[in-house]
């Protein structure tokens, strides 16, 4: 297996535009997290889902922000109207059950501007 | 609110030099998680503790879980520049909650060796 795969790797827009990331987690995993990453906050965990189903939305920060995960390959977190304080990196992370004390495998990130 | 708090937040060591990092919890800790994040890349998992007292090596990076003090260390031995990063802590919310397969981080700490 390849991974956690995101896309884009980097991403620049401009205020006020629409973003979506994207996430193919590993192949057999059930739960899926989507993770903010700056300077100030750290690892912020926005939402996961287990089987495809959101558990947890806690952690989005505002209803600019939502997650879908369409099918157990791919999820999207999606920006609408994206502000520059949105920048930061987004993780999208893949495990098997948690409380199975399995780790978390992680993509590489988008590294989101918003100029 | 943070549950898990990183000391130091920084941390420049001469290489050669042994260092430790420590993680403390505001709950009680199920299973402890350690991973490194090399700059401008996703999280790599080193190793995943359980049990109070539980100690594991991964090649010169060892870490323990006191469990009574909700805290964990990772220590470095003879430190090397491949070892400079961003070290995470990351904790299973266990039986804390009803929603208990969140995984959720510290803020991380940034360790920078000098030659």
């Known amino acids: 297996d390849a991974g956690v795969i995101q896309s884009p790797r980097h991403e620049v827009t401009e205020m006020g535009q629409e973003v979506t990331l994207r996430c193919k987690p590993i192949?057999?995993?059930?739960?899926l997290f989507w993770y903010r990453q700056t300077m100030m906050r750290g690892l912020e965990l926005l939402i996961y889902?287990?089987?495809?189903?959101?558990?947890?939305d806690s952690g989005m920060p505002e209803d600019r922000f939502s997650a879908k995960m369409p099918n157990a390959s791919f999820s999207t977190l999606k920006i609408q109207p994206s502000e520059p304080r949105d920048s930061a990196v987004y993780f999208c992370?893949?495990?098997?059950?948690?409380?199975?004390?399995?780790?978390?495998?992680f993509g590489q990130g988008t590294r989101l501007t918003v100029v | 609110s943070q549950e898990l708090e990183q000391s130091p937040q920084s941390l420049i060591v001469q290489e050669g030099k042994n260092l430790t990092i420590n993680c403390t919890s505001s709950?009680?800790?199920?299973?402890l998680y350690w991973y490194k994040q090399k700059y401008g890349e996703g999280l790599i998992f080193l190793m995943m503790?359980?049990?109070?007292?539980e100690e594991k090596s991964h090649e010169k990076i060892t870490a323990k879980l006191d469990e009574k003090k909700q805290q964990s260390s990772l220590h470095i031995t003879a430190s090397q520049p491949s070892h400079a990063g961003i070290y995470l802590c990351?904790?299973?919310?266990?039986?804390?909650?009803?929603?208990?397969?969140?995984?959720?981080f510290g803020k991380g700490t940034r360790l920078h060796i000098l030659p």
């Open positions: 889902f287990n089987n495809n189903v959101p558990i947890d």
């Open positions: 709950k009680t800790l199920y299973g």
């Open positions: 990351g904790a299973d919310r266990g039986r804390n909650s009803n929603r208990d397969d969140k995984i959720i």
């Open positions: 192949s057999g995993h059930d739960y």
């Open positions: 992370a893949s495990s098997f059950d948690p409380k199975m004390n399995t780790e978390a495998f």
């Open positions: 503790l359980q049990k109070g007292g």
